[in-house]
């Protein structure tokens, strides 16, 4: 690890002010990818500000039709809320698959949507269920977050404090993962929401989450299995590597998507 | 029998330490004044080294030396050694390239050490190892060992033509032609074995310390055998004379061979130590560990099993090329070889068998002895051999082995084995009852109602333990004789010190050489220490490895004990005034014949030390007994084991439905110990079956350098296992013990591939078996039924 300043601001103000500040400096929310990252001496932070001494950002409250989680929040906490149960279940299932206890202890939602790893999980529930996310600046639609790989709509200096979830009529989120990592391979999530059906896949493209507009016209007219099966999704364009190939990729995304519905309807 | 004797299931008295983080490794270890060792390793697979520039870094803060291959010849420090000698089929002896500690003119696989820099804080010796030019011309890559021979490829070693090490060969090939060309059916298939990292839990680690006071030098390091290091170290490596140098091997996290190996940071640890005159400390990283530790198995082999016209096996037929990375590694050259072809008779009856092995250089980590070493890749040639065989010739697998098995004993098999003892159809009956056979038919219905796909796959495996006697390993090339020592120490309150020249590092000897230790002397565990892993307290040792501390090192122990039974008994007899052979010494108490009296094990042992009541010019004061033991056979562990796998065809996901294991080790010393070796030795056979890929890309860069990519088996990849055990003691070591550290490594890939493939329905996929590899062969099952 290079050596690095610390700060450890109690105000998101103070935050943004710090990462103004210092060119170079980063955001720590969990440090799963981070700190790991800069333990290869991979990346090198000048100054690493650390978001856990700002208080009110780790909460779950229901606020009206959506489901409002702080972006500090940890998947552990997420794993175990009542609140997300008793609102969207397919997130705590999403939430408890991710990583190791370990992992899930200390990583966050907000880290991970703000680090755009294209095999994260949570995009994919964030772009099916067309989740709002908030920051110090403004709100910003999941449509609009996702730019690619590791690269999402935040500013400089923007801090993501919130994600608000549409409660849907139904969700849930399949996962292929990866044997070694347990990273999305393919995951798939699929929305049944007041604005129509919505299906997000995660794990399979280079640069991240991505839509798929057919298995969406078919579900919307009929959301179930069944209407998935004719579907056949196009390789390219779909990542290759030693774990996956493309068409193995895309084969996975139908199945995935499948099982998918399959448990949200459960 | 006591309750801490042998054949009881005592809790592992080392567990607390470990359990409690009061465990000492070496990373735990800190010396006064120690600096931290970093090494500047090459990013190339091949390149000649044209410069190495280290004025920049030397002004780097911190820095205390950086030091290069040149140095080190300067010194006449000399290149790490192969320990075992093999010759070609022509005669000739092996041809080795020099392997350098730090590289000299060229780098020949990513990670190679090419500097070490030596600085005050870990993270200073990182920086200034950045700022270590080098300058290298890179060199194509030779990385695929099916090619590595083919002309116009690089040269790795000047030495070596054609990349190759040695071509070799084992038994008569005369005579399996001849069955070859009379048999009615031939099996054969293409095999790759693949290559295997260790990826133990501790990372390798070292500590050179040198005292100029005495002029002598002190290595901590993570070591299966620190008496075979210190060997190394002084007499080939010249560090020092053996007086001058003490090795230390203190708990030690998991090897699983990897740490038998000299390698090149402990080596140079040790050495710059004097450089800078500070004790020099080390610890890999996991990526190091990844890149640089000697890795396993890497075979491509072609075999064939020629059948007569009642399924009996007339000849086996192999032809393997083996990969030994860019360097040969202490022992790798023996792992193809004699600890390969050797087992291919497997549990069977077979006249006939030739192996030739082609053992080949390529732009990789080296590669040696891991887990089995050898037995693995040989159990799992000769296993999906007689399970096609079964297959093709519309028998059932299990009736098949037993028309094969050899029944009566002992059995001199063509490649050299002299099985001792054995009941492989015992093993086998007891194998079927346990996985209810019968019933698979229904269950495999069952699973396709869910659209599931089930199959069966069996390995029936031998193994050979406890490699010996010393003249005969030598007699095949080894450098070394594979003894055992212990020295049993009694206190003079009979409390008792063992000294073993083995070494625990997670075997738990510490408990199962004191359950022998009670038995005999019939005290209990808290009165027995078990010391070993240090040259200054244990005198010379080989040891642990091959599964052979139990048969070899206990026996010694039991060697020992013998003598220091004898001679208590002597001083019994004085102090009981009876005959010297009148003396019983049962569970602890030493009765005088045709007396009624008797003495505790604690007052012989103090009367032996006070010397009162015999006379000393007949017999010595104290009790302290050393033993020396070669053992005269090695010893043959086999079993059975029995994989039921469930396949989703939709997404290759292969799950393991139930595990059957019925081993015969002999004599079991702590059968929740063994229990525990054979459910770890199933984990990694697992792996490498369906998880372990080594990837290296064509320019000889290690793709699966991290557990990112390299998918080590964790405990949701497994079933419960059902473990049982039959037992014919070993007949050539006086406890019986067989050995079985192996023996789930080696037994289990073959049960695995043969359970995947009866699923399939075809034989055509290879380890590890991942879910892409399986769904890809699920459809050229589909496709295949479709062409019939």
Same mark, same amino acid.
């Given at each position: 690890?290079?050596?690095?300043?610390?700060?450890?601001?109690?105000? %998101?103000?103070?935050?943004?002010?710090? %990462?103004?500040?210092?060119?170079?400096?980063?955001?720590?929310?969990?440090?799963?990818?981070?700190?790991?990252?800069?333990? %290869?001496?991979?990346?090198?932070?000048?100054?690493?500000?650390? %978001?856990?001494?700002?208080?009110?950002?780790?909460?779950?409250?229901?606020?009206?039709?959506?489901?409002?989680?702080?972006?500090?929040?940890?998947?552990?906490?997420?794993?175990?809320?009542?609140?997300?149960?008793?609102?969207?279940?397919?997130?705590?299932?999403?939430?408890?698959?991710?990583?190791?206890?370990?992992?899930?202890?200390?990583?966050?939602?907000?880290?991970?949507?703000?680090?755009?790893?294209?095999?994260?999980?949570?995009?994919?529930?964030?772009?099916?269920?067309?989740?709002?996310?908030?920051?110090?600046?403004?709100?910003?639609?999941?449509?609009?977050?996702?730019?690619?790989?590791?690269?999402?709509?935040?500013?400089?200096?923007?801090?993501?404090?919130?994600?608000?979830?549409?409660?849907?009529?139904?969700?849930?989120?399949?996962?292929?993962?990866?044997?070694?990592?347990?990273?999305?391979?393919?995951?798939?999530?699929?929305?049944?929401?007041?604005?129509?059906?919505?299906?997000?896949?995660?794990?399979?493209?280079?640069?991240?989450?991505?839509?798929?507009?057919?298995?969406?016209?078919?579900?919307?007219?009929?959301?179930?299995?069944?209407?998935?099966?004719?579907?056949?999704?196009?390789?390219?364009?779909?990542?290759?590597?030693?774990?996956?190939?493309?068409?193995?990729?895309?084969?996975?995304?139908?199945?995935?998507?499948?099982?998918?519905?399959?448990?949200?309807?459960? | 029998?006591?309750?801490?004797?042998?054949?009881?299931?005592?809790?592992?008295?080392?567990?607390?330490?470990?359990?409690?983080?009061?465990?000492?490794?070496?990373?735990?270890?800190?010396?006064?004044?120690?600096?931290?060792?970093?090494?500047?390793?090459?990013?190339?697979?091949?390149?000649?080294?044209?410069?190495?520039?280290?004025?920049?870094?030397?002004?780097?803060?911190?820095?205390?030396?950086?030091?290069?291959?040149?140095?080190?010849?300067?010194?006449?420090?000399?290149?790490?050694?192969?320990?075992?000698?093999?010759?070609?089929?022509?005669?000739?002896?092996?041809?080795?390239?020099?392997?350098?500690?730090?590289?000299?003119?060229?780098?020949?696989?990513?990670?190679?050490?090419?500097?070490?820099?030596?600085?005050?804080?870990?993270?200073?010796?990182?920086?200034?190892?950045?700022?270590?030019? =080098?300058?290298?011309?890179?060199?194509?890559?030779?990385?695929?060992?099916?090619?590595?021979?083919?002309?116009?490829?690089?040269?790795?070693?000047?030495?070596?033509?054609?990349?190759?090490?040695?071509?070799?060969?084992?038994?008569?090939?005369?005579?399996?032609?001849?069955?070859?060309?009379?048999?009615?059916?031939?099996?054969?298939?293409?095999?790759?074995?693949?290559?295997?990292?260790?990826?133990?839990?501790?990372?390798?680690?070292?500590?050179?310390?040198?005292?100029?006071?005495?002029?002598?030098?002190?290595?901590?390091?993570?070591?299966?055998?620190?008496?075979?290091?210190?060997?190394?170290?002084?007499?080939?490596?010249?560090?020092?004379?053996?007086?001058?140098?003490?090795?230390?091997?203190?708990?030690?996290?998991?090897?699983?061979?990897?740490?038998?190996?000299?390698?090149?940071?402990?080596?140079?640890?040790?050495?710059?130590?004097?450089?800078?005159?500070?004790?020099?400390?080390?610890?890999?990283?996991?990526?190091?560990?990844?890149?640089?530790d000697a890795h396993g198995r890497d075979h491509l082999t072609v075999a064939e099993a020629a059948m007569d016209?009642?399924?009996?096996?007339?000849?086996?037929?192999?032809?393997?090329?083996?990969?030994?990375?860019?360097?040969?590694?202490?022992?790798?050259?023996?792992?193809?070889?004699?600890?390969?072809?050797?087992?291919?008779?497997?549990?069977?009856?077979?006249?006939?068998?030739?192996?030739?092995?082609?053992? =080949?250089?390529?732009?990789?980590?080296?590669?040696?002895?891991?887990?089995?070493?050898?037995?693995?890749?040989?159990?799992?040639?000769?296993?999906?051999?007689?399970?096609?065989?079964?297959?093709?010739?519309?028998?059932?697998?299990?009736?098949?082995?037993?028309?094969?098995?050899?029944?009566?004993?002992?059995?001199?098999?063509?490649?050299?084995?002299?099985?001792? =003892?054995?009941?492989?159809?015992?093993?086998?009956?007891?194998?079927?009852?346990?996985?209810?056979?019968?019933?698979?038919?229904?269950?495999?219905?069952?699973?396709?109602?869910?659209?599931?796909?089930?199959?069966?796959?069996?390995?029936?495996?031998?193994?050979?333990?406890?490699?010996?006697?010393?003249?005969?390993?030598?007699?095949?090339?080894?450098?070394?004789?594979?003894?055992?020592?212990?020295?049993?120490?009694?206190?003079?309150?009979?409390?008792?010190?063992?000294?073993?020249?083995?070494?625990?590092?997670?075997?738990?000897?510490?408990?199962?050489?004191?359950?022998?230790?009670?038995?005999?002397?019939?005290?209990?565990?808290?009165q027995i220490s078990i010391v070993h892993g240090d040259t200054d307290k244990v005198q010379m040792g080989m040891?642990?490895?091959?599964?052979?501390?139990?048969?070899?090192?206990?026996?010694?122990?039991?060697?020992?004990?013998?003598?220091?039974?004898?001679?208590?008994?002597?001083?019994?007899?004085?102090?009981?005034?009876?005959?010297?052979?009148?003396?019983?010494?049962?569970?602890?108490?030493?009765?005088?014949?045709?007396?009624?009296?008797?003495?505790?094990?604690?007052?012989?042992?103090?009367?032996?030390?006070?010397?009162?009541?015999?006379?000393?010019?007949?017999?010595?004061?104290?009790?302290?007994?050393?033993?020396?033991?070669?053992?005269?056979?090695?010893?043959?562990?086999?079993?059975?084991?029995?994989?039921?796998?469930?396949?989703?065809?939709?997404?290759?996901?292969?799950?393991?439905?139930?595990?059957?294991?019925?081993?015969?080790?002999?004599?079991?010393?702590?059968?929740?110990?063994?229990?525990?070796?054979?459910?770890?030795?199933?984990?990694?056979?697992?792996?490498?079956?369906?998880?372990?890929?080594?990837?290296?890309?064509?320019?000889?860069?290690?793709?699966?350098?991290?557990?990112?990519?390299?998918?080590?088996?964790?405990?949701?990849?497994?079933?419960?296992?059902?473990?049982?055990?039959?037992?014919?003691?070993?007949?050539s070591n006086p406890l019986g013990i067989k050995g079985c550290g192996e023996a789930g490594a080696i037994a289990?890939?073959?049960?695995?591939?043969?359970?995947?493939?009866?699923?399939?329905?075809?034989?055509?996929?290879?380890?590890?078996?991942?879910?892409?590899?399986?769904?890809?062969?699920?459809?050229?099952?589909?496709?295949?039924?479709?062409?019939?």
């Amino acid at each position: 690890m290079y050596a690095f300043d610390y700060r450890r601001p109690s105000t %998101l103000a103070e935050a943004e002010q710090a %990462l103004s500040a210092v060119s170079g400096a980063r955001l720590l929310a969990g440090g799963q990818s981070l700190i790991p990252a800069m333990k %290869l001496r991979l990346n090198h932070p000048s100054c690493i500000v650390d %978001l856990r001494g700002i208080a009110g950002l780790n909460s779950i409250s229901r606020k009206g039709d959506a489901l409002v989680i702080g972006a500090m929040t940890t998947h552990a906490e997420i794993a175990e809320s009542a609140e997300v149960n008793g609102t969207i279940p397919g997130l705590v299932h999403l939430a408890d698959g991710i990583g190791d206890p370990q992992v899930r202890n200390r990583g966050t939602i907000g880290g991970s949507l703000a680090n755009n790893d294209p095999a994260a999980d949570y995009p994919a529930a964030v772009l099916a269920l067309g989740a709002t996310l908030k920051t110090n600046r403004r709100s910003i639609a999941s449509d609009d977050f996702f730019k690619g790989l590791f690269t999402t709509a935040l500013g400089d200096a923007e801090i993501l404090t919130e994600i608000a979830f549409p409660i849907p009529n139904r969700f849930a989120y399949a996962k292929f993962g990866n044997p070694a990592s347990r990273f999305a391979i393919v995951g798939v999530a699929v929305a049944d929401t007041a604005a129509g059906v919505r299906v997000a896949v995660t794990g399979a493209r280079d640069n991240g989450v991505f839509r798929v507009a057919a298995m969406e016209a078919a579900l919307a007219k009929s959301f179930a299995p069944e209407s998935l099966t004719r579907i056949d999704v196009d390789p390219s364009g779909l990542a290759s590597d030693i774990h996956a190939d493309a068409d193995y990729r895309a084969h996975l995304i139908g199945v995935m998507a499948r099982r998918a519905v399959k448990a949200a309807l459960a | 029998m006591s309750a801490t004797g042998i054949g009881q299931s005592v809790r592992r008295v080392e567990d607390f330490r470990f359990l409690t983080g009061s465990g000492q490794y070496v990373a735990d270890i800190n010396r006064a004044a120690q600096c931290h060792a970093v090494f500047v390793r090459s990013p190339h697979a091949h390149a000649a080294i044209k410069k190495i520039d280290t004025d920049k870094a030397a002004k780097a803060p911190g820095v205390l030396g950086i030091f290069t291959g040149k140095q080190l010849a300067a010194d006449k420090i000399g290149p790490l050694i192969c320990g075992w000698m093999i010759h070609s089929k022509d005669g000739s002896p092996m041809k080795a390239g020099s392997h350098p500690a730090l590289a000299l003119d060229k780098v020949r696989y990513v990670g190679d050490h090419v500097a070490v820099v030596v600085a005050e804080t870990l993270n200073q010796a990182h920086d200034a190892a950045e700022l270590v030019h =080098v300058d290298y011309d890179v060199l194509n890559a030779v990385v695929d060992v099916a090619t590595a021979q083919q002309p116009g490829k690089a040269q790795i070693h000047e030495q070596a033509p054609h990349n190759t090490v040695y071509e070799w060969h084992l038994g008569d090939k005369a005579a399996v032609d001849a069955a070859f060309a009379k048999a009615s059916h031939v099996t054969k298939l293409e095999i790759a074995n693949n290559r295997l990292i260790p990826n133990a839990i501790e990372p390798r680690a070292a500590i050179g310390e040198y005292d100029r006071g005495s002029g002598g030098y002190t290595l901590y390091t993570t070591s299966q055998n620190p008496h075979v290091a210190r060997l190394v170290l002084s007499a080939f490596n010249g560090i020092a004379p053996e007086n001058k140098l003490r090795v230390i091997a203190p708990d030690v996290g998991g090897a699983f061979g990897s740490k038998i190996f000299i390698y090149a940071e402990e080596l140079v640890c040790l050495w710059a130590t004097r450089k800078v005159g500070r004790p020099v400390k080390w610890v890999a990283d996991r990526s190091e560990a990844f890149l640089a530790d000697a890795h396993g198995r890497d075979h491509l082999t072609v075999a064939e099993a020629a059948m007569d016209e009642t399924g009996k096996i007339l000849a086996v037929r192999v032809k393997t090329k083996a990969n030994l990375g860019a360097y040969l590694s202490t022992f790798s050259s023996s792992v193809p070889t004699y600890l390969y072809a050797p087992l291919l008779s497997g549990q069977y009856d077979i006249a006939a068998i030739y192996c030739e092995v082609d053992a =080949v250089y390529t732009n990789t980590a080296p590669v040696d002895a891991y887990r089995g070493a050898g037995r693995p890749e040989a159990t799992f040639v000769i296993e999906r051999l007689v399970e096609v065989a079964a297959r093709q010739l519309g028998r059932d697998p299990a009736e098949f082995r037993m028309h094969n098995f050899i029944s009566s004993f002992p059995h001199q098999t063509p490649v050299i084995m002299a099985y001792d =003892v054995g009941d492989y159809a015992g093993c086998m009956k007891r194998a079927l009852e346990l996985a209810d056979y019968g019933d698979f038919p229904k269950r495999k219905a069952f699973s396709k109602k869910s659209g599931k796909l089930r199959g069966i796959g069996f390995s029936a495996y031998i193994e050979a333990c406890g490699i010996a006697p010393s003249k005969a390993v030598g007699s095949l090339g080894a450098g070394v004789g594979l003894w055992e020592s212990a020295e049993v120490r009694v206190n003079p309150v009979g409390t008792v010190e063992v000294l073993t020249g083995s070494h625990s590092h997670g075997q738990g000897h510490e408990t199962t050489f004191a359950q022998l230790v009670s038995q005999r002397l019939g005290i209990p565990l808290e009165q027995i220490s078990i010391v070993h892993g240090d040259t200054d307290k244990v005198q010379m040792g080989m040891g642990s490895y091959g599964s052979r501390s139990g048969a070899v090192g206990m026996t010694a122990v039991d060697k020992a004990l013998d003598k220091v039974v004898a001679k208590a008994k002597k001083v019994a007899a004085r102090c009981m005034e009876v005959a010297d052979d009148g003396v019983d010494f049962r569970e602890g108490v030493f009765f005088g014949a045709g007396t009624n009296k008797s003495m505790a094990w604690g007052e012989v042992a103090l009367a032996a030390y006070v010397a009162h009541k015999f006379d000393t010019a007949e017999i010595e004061p104290g009790l302290k007994e050393g033993a020396f033991y070669d053992p005269k056979n090695f010893t043959f562990p086999a079993g059975v084991h029995i994989a039921e796998v469930e396949i989703d065809p939709e997404t290759g996901v292969t799950r393991i439905d139930r595990w059957i294991a019925v081993d015969d080790f002999g004599t079991v010393i702590n059968p929740m110990i063994v229990e525990g070796q054979v459910h770890g030795g199933i984990a990694q056979g697992v792996g490498q079956a369906m998880l372990e890929r080594t990837v290296y890309d064509s320019e000889g860069q290690l793709i699966t350098g991290s557990y990112m990519d390299y998918c080590m088996p964790r405990a949701s990849d497994l079933p419960s296992f059902v473990v049982d055990m039959t037992s014919t003691p070993c007949p050539s070591n006086p406890l019986g013990i067989k050995g079985c550290g192996e023996a789930g490594a080696i037994a289990s890939p073959p049960a695995l591939i043969n359970a995947i493939t009866d699923a399939l329905g075809h034989e055509d996929i290879a380890m590890p078996a991942t879910p892409q590899a399986v769904w890809r062969a699920v459809k050229a099952s589909h496709h295949k039924h479709a062409a019939e």
